[in-house]
C-alpha cells in the first residue's frame, strides 16, 4: 500500500526528528569515545591504501565504517565530534526510512508512534553516536527493504536495492542475515501472489550487481580475515541472550536507570516485543498484499533468529546486541503500529504503546546523560589533574595485539593536557609484562589507566610488589584507575 496523503506528517517527522538529534547529540557530548571506537580511529588512520587494507585485513570487519571515517577525519580533523560524525548521520537516516516504511501503513498515529520508537530507543543512541558500523547496519537494512517494497509493489527502480545491499554487505557480515530474511520472505510472498513474478528478474539483476560490486571483498581479503581467528563479539548465544537481545534493541542498558526504573523498563521491553507480534498479525489482516508484513517480520524477528542460530552453528559468527541493530528499524514500524489498535484490548493496547515509548524515552535520556561504559576521558583527565612532577603513568587495555598499547591514553592525554607535559608513560610489551621492571624505582606513584585487565596480570602484580598502596576507582563499568604509591 502507497503512502496516504497527510497534511501533519512533514511536522511530526520534524519534531520526532529534533528529539532525535538531540538524544544524540546529548549522548555524545557526555559520554566518552571506547576502545572499539578507538579500533575504528587505528583503520581510519592509515596512510595509504596498501596500509589501510592490510590493517582492515588483521580485522574481522568490512571496510565501509572505517573508509567514512577515515574520510571524516581528513576533512573535518580528528576530535570525537568528526569521528562520530558518519554514524550520526546513518543513524538519522534510518529515521527517514522507518517514516517511509511504517507511512505504508495508511496510519498516521502509528507513524509517528513507529518514529518515536527508534528515536528514543537507548541502543539506537549509542549506535548513532560512536565510531562504529552499527548505525549503517540499521540504515542499510531500512532501505533494502523499503527498496524491495518500491520495486515489487509501486514498480520503482531495483537500483535501489542494488544499492542497499552493497553498503550493507560491506557495513558489517550480519548484513548476510538480512539478505537471507528478506529473500525468505519474497519467496513466500510470491507463493501467496503469483502475479509479483514479473519482478524476479529484475530483482535478481539488481541482487547480481550488489554481489558483483562485493565480490572482490568477499574473494579476497574475508577468507583470510576468517583464517585469522579474531574472535568476534559475543559468544554466548542460549536463548535467554536472545531474549536479551531483543529487550536491548530498544530497552538498552536498563541497569543505568537503577532500581526505581530497571522493573518498568524490564516490563516495557516484554510489551514492546508483544506489540510486535500484533502488529504483525494486524498487518497481515490488513493488508490484501501481504509482502509488506512479510518483510518486516523478516526484518525484525528473522534477522536476529539467523544471527542466533549462525552463532549456534559457528563461535566465529558471534552474538550480540549491535549485531541485531540490522532488525531495529522494522521492530520499530511493526510495534508502533500498535498505536492504530482496533479489536481485542485495542484500548489498552494502545496504551501500553504510550507507557513503552515514554519508558524508552527516559531510559534514553538516563543513558544519554551518562558517561558510558568505558568512561576513558574522565580516568585520563582525573590522572591528569592529580599527577605531580615525578609521577609516571601506565595505560593499557584488554584487546587483540593487533590494535596499539595506551591506545585510550594516547588520544585522551594530549588533548586534555592542553599544550602541557605529560607524565612519563611506562611501557610493557604483548604479554602485559613491564618492559622494564627496574624502572618503577624512580617513581614515588603510578597512575594506571587500565580497562578490563585481568587481575593477576603481570603488569599488576609487579606493580603490587614494588608498592605498597593501591588505590582503585571505575570509570563507567570497564575502565579503572588505579593508583599505586609507597606509603
Given at each position: ?12 517527522f ?85 517514516d ?18 527508534i528515536?528514543?530507543?537507548?541502543l ?66 510470491l ?59 530498544v ?98 493496547r ?17 543513558n ?36 596499539p ?36 624505582a624512580?617513581?614515588?606513584r ?42
Amino acid at each position: 500500500m502507497k503512502a496516504l496523503p497527510d497534511r501533519g506528517a512533514g511536522l511530526a517527522f520534524a519534531l520526532v526528528f529534533l528529539l532525535a538529534l538531540a538524544l544524540r547529540l546529548q549522548n555524545a557530548a557526555t559520554g566518552s569515545l571506547k576502545l572499539d571506537d578507538f579500533h575504528t580511529l587505528h583503520h581510519a588512520s592509515a596512510g595509504s591504501a596498501k596500509a589501510f587494507l592490510e590493517s582492515v585485513r588483521r580485522d574481522n570487519h568490512p571496510p565501509l565504517a572505517f573508509l567514512a571515517v577515515a574520510l571524516a577525519r581528513a576533512l573535518l580533523g580528528e576530535s570525537p565530534w568528526a569521528l562520530r560524525l558518519p554514524a550520526l548521520l546513518a543513524g538519522l537516516g534510518a529515521l527517514f526510512y522507518v517514516d517511509r516504511l511504517a507511512a505504508r501503513t495508511g496510519c498516521r498515529p502509528g507513524r509517528t508512534s513507529a518514529l518515536l520508537l527508534i528515536a528514543v530507543s537507548s541502543l539506537h543512541v549509542e549506535l548513532s553516536s560512536d565510531v562504529r558500523m552499527y548505525a549503517l547496519l540499521a540504515l542499510a537494512s531500512a532501505g533494502l527493504i523499503e527498496a524491495l517494497l518500491g520495486a515489487w509493489l509501486d514498480g520503482k527502480r531495483a537500483l535501489w536495492i542494488a544499492l542497499w545491499s552493497v553498503v550493507g554487505l560491506h557495513a558489517h557480515y550480519h548484513f548476510v542475515y538480512v539478505l537471507v530474511a528478506v529473500g525468505a520472505a519474497l519467496l513466500v510472498g510470491l507463493l501467496r501472489e503469483p502475479a509479483l513474478r514479473a519482478q524476479v528478474p529484475r530483482t535478481l539483476r539488481a541482487f547480481g550487481l550488489a554481489a558483483l560490486v562485493a565480490a572482490p571483498w568477499y574473494a579476497l581479503v574475508f577468507p583470510s580475515q576468517l583464517a585469522h581467528g579474531l574472535a568476534p563479539g559475543g559468544s554466548d548465544a542460549s536463548l535467554a541472550r536472545l531474549a536479551e537481545g531483543f529487550k536491548s534493541l530498544v530497552f538498552w542498558n536498563v541497569s543505568v536507570a537503577g532500581g526505581v526504573l530497571r522493573g518498568p523498563g524490564l516490563v516495557a521491553s516484554a510489551l514492546f516485543l508483544l506489540a510486535v507480534g500484533w502488529g504483525v498479525l494486524a498487518l497481515l489482516k490488513a493488508h490484501e498484499r501481504p509482502l509488506f508484513p512479510l518483510l518486516l517480520a523478516a526484518g525484525a524477528l528473522g534477522v536476529p533468529l539467523l544471527s542466533w542460530l549462525a552463532a549456534h552453528a559457528s563461535s566465529r559468527a558471534g552474538f550480540e546486541w549491535r549485531y541485531l541493530a540490522g532488525a531495529l528499524p522494522a521492530l520499530c514500524v511493526l510495534a508502533g503500529h500498535e498505536a492504530c489498535a482496533a479489536g481485542l484490548l485495542a484500548r489498552v493496547r494502545r496504551l501500553a504503546l504510550r507507557g513503552v515509548i515514554v519508558l524508552a524515552g527516559a531510559l534514553a535520556w538516563l543513558n544519554a546523560c551518562d558517561p558510558g561504559e568505558e568512561d576513558y576521558r574522565g580516568a585520563v583527565a582525573t590522572i591528569l589533574a592529580e599527577c605531580a612532577p615525578g609521577d609516571a603513568v601506565l595505560a593499557a587495555d584488554w584487546q587483540p595485539t593487533i590494535f596499539p598499547h595506551a591506545i585510550g591514553w594516547s588520544y585522551y592525554a594530549p588533548r586534555l593536557a592542553s599544550g602541557g607535559a605529560l607524565p612519563e608513560l611506562l611501557a610493557y610489551d604483548d604479554t602485559l609484562s613491564l618492559a622494564d621492571p627496574g624502572a618503577l624505582a624512580g617513581h614515588a606513584r603510578v597512575f594506571c589507566c587500565l580497562r578490563s585487565l585481568p587481575n593477576e596480570c603481570g603488569l599488576l602484580r609487579a606493580l603490587r610488589a614494588e608498592f605498597g598502596h593501591e588505590r582503585v576507582r571505575v570509570f563507567g563499568r570497564s575502565v579503572f584507575v588505579h593508583v599505586f604509591t609507597r606509603t
